[in-house]
């Protein structure tokens, strides 16, 4: 299996830009989550998907911040407009159960945005 | 705001050395709590889950929770260059919805 795919790798744009993030989950995985890391504020969970379905959308961080999980292969992450501080590295994971199972979230090699 | 709480190091340990990473937490009712290793410029990975008092052994890795003091643990026997790293502790939260994770500790394993 690939794993957990994510594009682009590096995405650098300018204040007010839309970015559209990526993600293709482990076929099979009915979890997916998106996650923003930063220096300031660490790994921090944004939105999670069950079968496609928004779950839990608490740590989405301002209207800015849009998710949608089409079918069980895609998911995107928006940000309309982008600003300067938008800037980290975005994480996405799927996993075959929930989110307090045992079983282990398998992360994608992660999305740097830079927003200038 | 439900807090997970690390040193963010850098931890510097002697190769073959033990290496003590601490976490502590603030939700009392937290449930499960994890261990991921993150080598720079790299995604998490999961090493360690633990939700029972005590202590959780897995190869030169050892995880020891306390929640009466909720403070959750990792111990690495025998270090390992290679086991130079970022380590985050996670903690999922009374309500079983959330992970939190901490910041991070940076450990280096110095030949």
């Known amino acids: 299996d690939a794993g957990v795919i994510q594009s682009p790798r590096h995405e650098v744009t300018e204040m007010g830009q839309e970015v559209t993030l990526r993600c293709k989950p482990i076929s099979g995985h009915d979890y997916l989550f998106w996650y923003r890391q930063t220096m300031m504020r660490g790994l921090e969970l944004l939105i999670y998907?069950?079968?496609?379905?928004?779950?839990?959308d608490s740590g989405m961080p301002e209207d800015r911040f849009s998710a949608k999980m089409p079918n069980a292969s895609f998911s995107t992450l928006k940000i309309q407009p982008s600003e300067p501080r938008d800037s980290a590295v975005y994480f996405c994971?799927?996993?075959?159960?929930?989110?307090?199972?045992?079983?282990?979230?398998?992360f994608g090699p992660g999305t740097r945005l830079t927003v200038l | 705001q439900k807090e997970v709480e690390q040193n963010s190091g850098p931890l510097s340990v002697p190769e073959g050395a033990i290496a003590s990473l601490n976490c502590t937490y603030s939700?009392?009712?937290?449930?499960?709590f994890f261990w991921y290793r993150q080598y720079s410029g790299k995604s998490p990975e999961l090493i360690m889950f633990?939700?029972?008092?005590g202590d959780k052994e897995d190869g030169r890795f050892t995880a020891q929770l306390n929640k009466a003091s909720q403070y959750v643990s990792l111990l690495i026997r025998d270090s390992q260059p290679s086991d130079s790293a970022t380590y985050l502790c996670a903690v999922l939260d009374s309500s079983a919805s959330k992970i939190i994770f901490g910041s991070g500790t940076r450990l280096s394993i110095r030949p």
């Open positions: 633990i939700y029972s008092n």
């Open positions: 998907f069950n079968n496609n379905v928004p779950i839990d």
């Open positions: 939700d009392r009712g937290s449930q499960s």
């Open positions: 994971a799927s996993s075959p159960l929930a989110i307090w199972s045992t079983d282990t979230q398998y």
